[in-house]
């Protein structure tokens, strides 16, 4: 049962990664290539798809991350699945705190209400997002190797 446990949460970890490091790398470059007016209403349409789900993702994948850490407790690789954890936290305070803020804004503007300052808040939402990615594959790398 815990090698279907670390498994499933691997694939989760895995491809909520994915994701992130799709928007950051591919999702969000395409977009900032568009005209402005095309480029604000993708990101706020991206905004509200990705503020629906990726917070159910996040923390689902820090519940089952706690589940693998508790069950394989006495198993090798019980610290490297806790730190792995700990990096899940990180990423979830800063999305609260840092990411979900301009997201929350972002997600309703339109070409014709967008504020004064709209490119310097997708920036510093993408500098975070960066930082906030490689926190994440940091945590699924030590999952990967929590399994091997």
Same mark, same amino acid.
């Given at each position: ?6 498994? @499933?949460? $691997? +694939?989760? @970890? ?7 490091? #799709? ?5 969000? %470059?395409?977009?900032?290539?568009? %005209? ?6 993708? &990101? !706020? ?9 990726? %917070? @159910? ?7 089952? *991350? ?7 407790? /006495?198993? %090798?690789? !019980? ?15 800063? #999305?609260?705190?840092?990411? *979900?803020?301009?997201?929350?804004? #972002?997600?309703?503007? $339109? ?9 310097? /808040? ?8 960066? +930082? ?14 929590? &399994? !091997?």
């Amino acid at each position: 049962m815990l090698n279907a446990l670390e498994i @499933v949460t $691997t +694939v989760i @970890v895995g491809v909520m990664v994915g994701v992130e490091f #799709s928007v950051a790398f591919v999702i969000n %470059p395409i977009l900032n290539a568009l %005209p402005e007016e095309s480029m604000v209403s993708g &990101r !706020a349409h991206g905004g509200r798809m990705l503020g629906a789900v990726m %917070p @159910v993702w996040y923390i689902g994948s820090l519940v089952l *991350v706690a589940i693998w850490a508790i069950a394989g407790w /006495q198993h %090798p690789g !019980a610290g490297l699945v806790v730190t792995a954890g700990a990096l899940l936290i990180v990423s979830v305070v800063m #999305s609260i705190l840092l990411l *979900v803020p301009i997201n929350n804004r #972002s997600k309703t503007w $339109t070409a014709e209400n967008r504020p004064a300052d709209w490119k310097r /808040q997708m920036i510093r939402w993408d500098r975070f997002h960066y +930082v906030r990615v490689a926190v994440t594959i940091a945590a699924f790398a030590l999952l990967v190797v929590a &399994r !091997a």
